[in-house]
Every structure is written in structure tokens, then in C-alpha cells.
């Protein structure tokens, strides 16, 4: 199993706003795509893994740091880890590498276990231990963000 | 019931492009939402009486013809019509306004109505009579979209 | 001069994802819709105050905790406040508040003021003494977060 | 050069809608990306061919016939081709396919060459002679849509 997935992107036109750089919710979304990624990547893809147990990963917190422009066409990376599990949620952080390999932002996102059916948090090793099984396994990076220690104190 | 239905936006930075006017994907998205007010004002409120009939909508085709560059901050206005309406499928035409009254966009957009269980086209009379019966009193716009037959001519 | 600005938005369809609630990036996206109207009510249009002042906001960080889902068609209420501002740089905090007035999700976005044309961070003092002074009449709220310790107590 | 350029891409969570399938304005994105890599693959990439020599393409029209649905993670595979091809504008033609090589949508976009100073459309071989030159060497396709003579009369 991978402590990284790297996700390779090209910036769309359409990802830029009038200032002629991407516009920063577009990060956010890039993020989902990494994160799928790292599940699928994993053996856990979201539709057949999550989904099929009655299970929704719902997004509690998002959080990200911009240290450089990116720009339509550009080439992109976004590296994802998983930076924290327990049997209610976990949280992912991503970084995102220009051309030249540069970190252009790093972020952070936290997310529920819940229940499809009643629409609740829920413990899943109890709701599905298998999928719990998988998801203990996965190797789990430190949570000190791609942008070291110093950043999130 | 409405023969048209008039929505009111503001354009959004983040549904412009570097070149700094509106993406031009963004102004289907605004016929979705002209589309959904469409139906609501009219008393088909698009989750209540289609959803819950098991219908979906799904879109067979899109059309914009584009006279008008808009951008952020604009307020527009787009007003909705029905084009077309049969037991299988709808249309609506659209178009769009600038702060001035100006034209700025016209277009169109083509609807089957799925059945939501088989996933298949419905006829809608036969599925959802009474959501029929109501689409059918619908008041229906004629069909030469927004500019006029001089447009196309 | 308005401590704080609302914004009434209805959520859109094209906002929700497959599990049928609002896409997390959205409300980056509210946040943006949020603020341009927070400087324009203060008298400070963006495109006008600041581009015209060869002055850029950009975007050094973004985070959003969600606290509740939300649907299309939903009618939201964005609350946007001046959370920090010294001469390089400002912060806004947002809130989100459902149809029955619930606190849905709270946010915060920092941003750098920076010459459009040297594209680096500046003092908007020195830059733009006009633009400055204005700003610096804007009301301040304090920045402990809509989450802070009044709130979620 | 190349009469086709085909662009590999995997439908995005975020792309998807409540129906739990691709909001339809996404395929028209799609077109934006594929037409890009069109005009770069034929040694036009839009900000140094087009931007640099003080030309936009604005888009005059769009049109998007659905017949597929597809959903999140799918990976699908869109062609573009030019259709048309004179001194004021050009036409795309763009078809969307499926993981199984089955056609999902297919499209057209018209774009107008417009003087980036003036604002207003212009003659590209008088404008601009080289770029002119170069476009006029792009192989051409057929304008019938990828769905054959039958559909667009």
C-alpha cells in the first residue's frame, strides 16, 4: 500500500478566474480528485468500498495554505496522505507541486464516517469491519502538514 | 401560471475566466437554475414533483448562442419559457439579460423524462398522470428561440 | 459602514454532488460571493477600489468547519465580517446559515494586498494611501472564528 | 499536424450532480480542455499562439447533444476535430466517449477572432499574417458532427 498517491492534473482554463490564476476553491476540488485516488490507489475505491457499505465520507473541515499562482495549462502534482484515522474519521493532507516542483499550496481536509441510512456519524469498524479492516491497514503519515512543523505549531 | 419566468443573478468572479468575462459553461448552469425556478413558480417544484414521482430530467441537448460578453459583478436577469412538451420529453428556451435590457445570450435546452427505478425514458401521462395532467396546463412559449426567426434565417 | 454584510443565495443544483448535498468547495465559493459584497456595501467595489488601484487580493489561505449539510434550492444567509487588516494584508470570517436560521458552516479567508504590477506582496499604505484609508475605517470584528468561544460554547 | 487530438480524462466527483451522474455544463468544459489541447498538439497553444499576438477566441455558440450518462471516476476519452475554418472564425467539433468506446456526447463550439485592444472581431490573416498562416495549414474535418449527416440535417 502507498503512504503517497500522486495525482498529475493539468490547470484548465476554466479553473482561472479574471486575475489569470487559478481561482483558490479550485484547490479544494483537486483535493477530492487526490483523495479518491489515494483510496482507489489503496484498494478502497469510494463508489465499491464506502458507498456499497452504506457509507458517505462527509467533508467536517477543509483548510488550505496558497504560496504560489498556478496558471491554465500549467502542469500540476497533488500528493495525498492520510494524516489521521479513528473508527469516526479520518483526515487527508494534500500538497500540490508546480512544474518545476515547487509546492504552490498544501492543505487538509477531516471527514466523518456516516451512516447512508440513518445520516449519522457512525463507528466503522462496528457498521463495516471489513472495510474498517482495509482502512487500518493503510500506512498513516504524521499530521505535521507539507509545509513542516513550523506551519501548524 | 407563469408563461415566463424571470430569474435575477449576479455574475461571480469565480464564473469568469482570465480572459475576464464569463466562462461560457457558466451560462448553462444559469439555465439550470432559470430552469428550476421555471418549474417552481409554476408549482412543479423540481424535488417534490418529479423527484418524488420517480422521475428525473434527464438533459438530451444544450444550445447558447452568445451576443454579449458579461462580467463579474453584472446583474442579469434570464427568463425562462417551455418550448416544447409531449408525454416523453420537454424543452425551454432561455435568454439572457444585461443591466441594460441587452440580449446577451440565447439558448435552449432538451429534456427526457427517465424513470428513475429502470432508468429509462418514461412516458410521463402513464407513470405520473397527475404530474402530467399539471405539466400539461403548463403555458407553452412557440419554439423560435429568443432572437426571433430573424436569427436564424 | 456595515460591520457586517449578509448575502441571501439559494443553493443550486449544479452546487450538490451524487450523495445529494452541497459540494464542500461551494461554500469557498459563497465565501468569495460573500466578501465582494461585504467591500462593495462598505463602498469599496473590488474591481473599482481595488483593480483600478493596480491593487490584487490574494488568497493565502482558506479554511471552512461544516457543521451541517445543505440541499439545492436551499435559501442561505452568508454573513461576512473584517476579521483582521494591517497594511499588507486582511482577513474576512464568513457563516452560513440554513433556512431556519442554523449555523451550517463557518469560514475564514486571509489575503495579500499585491502590486498587479511588480505581482508582489505590498504595503496598500504606500501603494494606494486613498484605498487605505477607507480601509482602515472599515469596522472590525473580532477574529475568533464564527466557531469561536461565544459561538460553539 | 493532427485532424483529431483526443484527451484522456477521469469524470470528477465534483462534476457530478444530485442524479448522481455528470452535470451536463461539465461536458462543455470538457470541450474547452480538448480544444486546447487541439490547438497545442497543432503547435497553437492558445496563450502564446493566440494571447500573443493580441487575438481572443470568444465563443459565439455551443451546442451538446447528451446520449450517454456517465458518472464519477468513469474515464472517458474526448476527440476534437476543426470543423470550419475562415478568416473571422472557426468551429470545433468535439465527441465525448465511454470506458467501452461508446460515443456519450457529441458537440460543437463556434469561436469569433477578436481583437484583444479593440475588443471587436477581426480578420486573422490581417491581424495577425503568421498565426493566420499557421491556422490555415490545420487539417479540416468534415462538419457533420460526430453523429453522422442524419442529425444536423
Not at 492543505?107 to 469491519?129: I, Q, W, Y
Request: glycine share 8%.
Amino acid at each position: 500500500m502507498a503512504e503517497v498517491v500522486t495525482t498529475q492534473l493539468e490547470v484548465r482554463w476554466g479553473e482561472c478566474d479574471p486575475a489569470g490564476i487559478v481561482y483558490h476553491p479550485a484547490y479544494i476540488d483537486w483535493f477530492s480528485v487526490a483523495r479518491m485516488h489515494f483510496l482507489r490507489e489503496n484498494g478502497l475505491p469510494y463508489m465499491e468500498a464506502f458507498h456499497a457499505a452504506g457509507i458517505v465520507l462527509v467533508v467536517l473541515e477543509v483548510t488550505c495554505k496558497y504560496r504560489k499562482v498556478l496558471k491554465a495549462e500549467d502542469t500540476i502534482r497533488v500528493e495525498a496522505r492520510l494524516a489521521e484515522r479513528t473508527r469516526t474519521r479520518m483526515a487527508l493532507r494534500y500538497a500540490v507541486f508546480g512544474q518545476d516542483g515547487e509546492l504552490c499550496a498544501a492543505g487538509r481536509t477531516e471527514h466523518a464516517f456516516v451512516d447512508m441510512n440513518s445520516n449519522r456519524a457512525c463507528n466503522l469498524e462496528r457498521k463495516a469491519p471489513d472495510l474498517w479492516q482495509r482502512m487500518a491497514e493503510l500506512p498513516l503519515s504524521d499530521d505535521r502538514g507539507a509545509d513542516g512543523p513550523g506551519r501548524r505549531g
